[in-house]
């Protein structure tokens, strides 16, 4: 075990500073233990033997409870909940976008992840947005592949037929459904800042008839997505990729300045890939492999966090939080230099094994930050928003879900194809758009990532199957653009290293550093229940930023004991667990 102790220097005014330091730990560490006590979980644990679904929408929840009540499996369950969450939260879930699937299949063959991260269009070019004048709303438009992944999970693993899982999704469209705070107000500020001509089909499908803002309890209905997903749920994967909605997308495309064709549509293929594996203190991890760098960048953290202890009431404390800090900045140092489309990019895999995750930690000054400046090594230095979602699902029978999928900013381009009822991606964000332009800013030029046709653009999705002894033992995942790694590093550790419940592990506030912009990203939250450990990071050369919220968890522990689902629902949206 790396000795991460600093050596208390002899000199008796050092002596004195090293007291007073100590003092002052301890008077933080029983501050943070006593908030932690006096915090009460925002949800009531839902507990059940025979499955659940935990997602931010409470209709999608209840679609893919559902489909386990009639004897559907945790894919089948997921497909549906997948489906109804196009219809009834547009901020992220879609048709028009992309994500990421990691399944344990439960019955001893090994775990499986599908990729239907969107692709570019053959007519992309690398420094296509370069020039600003190039960054229009349609021309960051990917390749959606939504539909294609859940058709291909649903030919590997699914048991019930396709048309019921889709069913649901086209109901809720067509009838409509209630409006919850989070959806009204999030549609109503998106309309709001939506004026330009490339946002008239968006007006048209989202304003509420007789106009004025949404409010809970109003109902959404809407006719034209119904009739697109009605094509999916009838023709399948041609029912989107091919025929009418494959011409309305590129109509649509073309009626602006777009560049997706009806042979991009026609050419795209969700793929099945081995998941990545990594192991935390016993623990084993199944994550989502490359394109999406959420696995390989949460395993590397967790190995550089290995090489120390954390005590179970150690959560809050300075110490804990440099660690954090200093772990996090040094894996996405990394992730920049190294990750991109396996299909395009060679990938590496020294950098996150724990010899490499060994050398990170030695590096780290327990009493400093590091300037991440400092870490880029051989990457030269020049001088994102709410919305994607993550839902959970496991069956009776020990089959779980990780599902975390995209439309990339809140409501992506804000582009609705002409007649089509769904918004597109503008997935073209996550490649890096500066060939060689890696700076302070947070902008990242590496090659890995760069802008080619055809190309995967890198993800954070971050969906996560933790086992303990073999068996899945959380499902987690979240949004949140960069910070996605760091919010399931949290809700991860939370469990393992601090005992806190599914439930409590995802309240507690969350901290990001993605090494840059080289500061702390926290939660207002943290700001507020940790104002004390905050200013000794600051003393220690940590800057910091405030932000409202970060993540959004829908995670589902399974009890070893017990063997039921436990559910940790995030409060920071709206969100609900399902049984069947
Ligand atoms: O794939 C990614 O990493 C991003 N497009 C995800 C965006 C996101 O999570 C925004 N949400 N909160």
């Known amino acids: 075990m790396f000795d991460d102790h600093t050596d208390v220097p002899s000199s008796s005014p050092s002596r004195f500073r090293a007291a007073a330091v100590a003092f002052t730990l301890a008077a933080v560490i029983l501050q943070g233990a006593l908030a932690q006590a006096q915090h009460r979980p925002t949800h009531d644990i839902v507990k059940s033997s025979r499955g659940m679904v935990v997602s931010v929408s409470g209709p999608a929840s209840d679609a893919g409870a559902a489909v386990l009540k009639q004897g559907g499996n945790a894919v089948d369950a997921a497909i549906a909940t997948a489906f109804a969450l196009a219809a009834t939260y547009p901020a992220a879930g879609n048709i028009g976008g992309g994500g990421f699937m990691v399944v344990w299949p439960g019955d001893g063959r090994p775990p499986m992840a599908f990729d239907f991260r969107e692709k570019a269009p053959a007519a992309a070019t690398q420094e296509m947005f370069v020039n600003p004048a190039g960054r229009s709303a349609h021309r960051r438009v990917g390749v ?47 309309l709001k800042d939506s004026t330009g001509p490339e946002h008239a089909e968006l007006h048209r499908v989202f304003d509420k008839p007789g106009g004025g803002d949404w409010k809970t309890g109003d109902r959404l209905q809407q006719p034209d997505l119904a009739r697109s997903l009605e094509r999916v749920r009838d023709r399948g994967v041609d029912g989107f990729y091919k025929g009418e909605t494959a011409e309305l ?66 959560r809050w404390s300075p110490r804990t939080m440099h660690l954090f800090a200093e772990a996090m900045k040094r894996a996405y140092r990394d992730r920049a230099r190294y990750l991109g489309d396996p299909d395009f990019t060679e990938i590496p895999t020294h950098f996150y094994s724990k010899e490499h995750a060994r050398e990170w930690a030695k590096g780290i000054d327990l009493s400093r930050a590091t300037p991440s400046s400092t870490l880029a090594g051989d990457i030269k230095l020049a001088g994102e928003s ?139 939250k943290f700001h507020q229940q940790h104002a004390d450990v905050v200013k000794i990071l600051e003393g220690m050369g940590h800057t910091f930023d405030r932000v409202a919220r970060q993540g959004d968890a829908h995670s589902i522990w399974l009890n070893p004991e017990t063997g039921d689902a436990e559910s940790g629902i995030d409060p920071r949206i709206s969100g609900k667990a399902s049984i069947p």
């Not at 069913?167 to 107000?185: C, H, I, R, T």
């Not at 649509?252 to 050419?267: P, S």
């Open 386 to 524: 709410e919305h994607t979602t993550h839902f959970s699902v496991v069956d009776g029978k020990g089959m779980c879900v990780a599902l975390t999928y995209t439309l990339e900013s809140s409501f992506g381009s804000r582009v609705v194809a002409k007649g089509a009822g769904f918004i597109l991606n503008d997935e073209m964000n996550d490649f890096n758009w500066m060939p060689g332009v890696t700076d302070s800013t947070g902008r990242i030029g590496t090659a890995p990532n760069l802008l080619a046709p055809g190309k995967r653009m890198l993800s954070s999705m971050c969906p996560t199957i933790v086992l303990k002894d073999g068996k899945p033992w959380l499902v987690t995942g979240s949004p949140g653009g960069r910070t996605i790694i760091n919010t399931v590093l949290q809700v991860i550790t939370g469990m393992i290293d601090f005992g806190l419940t599914a439930q409590e592990a995802v309240d507690a506030p969350r901290i990001h550093h993605q090494w840059f912009p080289d500061k702390i990203r926290a939660e207002a």
């Open 144 to 190: 959606p592949g939504t539909v294609s992944g859940l058709a291909l999970a649903h030919e590997k693993l699914g048991t019930k037929p396709w048309k019921e899982l889709v069913d649901p999704a086209v109901k809720l469209a067509a009838n409509g459904f209630e409006l919850d705070q989070a959806n009204a107000s999030q549609i109503s500020e998106l």
């Open 249 to 314: 997308i590129a109509a649509e495309m073309k009626r602006f300045d777009g560049i997706i064709t009806t042979e991009d549509l026609a050419n795209y293929q969700a793929k099945q890939r081995e998941p990545v594996r990594g192991t935390y203190r016993g623990y084993d991890l199944v994550c989502m492999s490359p394109p999406c760098s959420g696995g390989i960048t949460l395993i590397s953290i967790l190995n550089i966090l290995e090489n120390f202890e954390f005590a179970r009431d150690e």
